[in-house]
């Protein structure tokens, strides 16, 4: 249930990113596919992007 509303909000609120650590669940490509063409399904057509905070993680 948790893991739906995170992603009913960056949806809905238009989020760049939805950073988890839950790689079983949430931060995997198979889920980010998944997700992106219920979105586009429902009407949402803003990006959709899940990743780890590893991935977004940099130095200036």
């Known amino acids: ?13 238009q989020m760049d990113v939805l950073l988890s650590w839950n790689f079983q669940h949430l ?6 596919q998944k997700i992106i063409i219920l979105n586009k399904t429902l009407g ?3 990006p959709f ?8 993680y940099f130095e200036e």
């Open 1 to 13: 249930m948790a893991d739906s509303l995170h992603i009913a909000y960056s949806t809905i609120f």
């Open 27 to 32: 931060a995997n490509i198979n889920k980010e």
């Open 44 to 46: 949402y057509n803003y």
């Open 49 to 56: 992007r899940m990743a780890n905070p590893l991935e977004v």
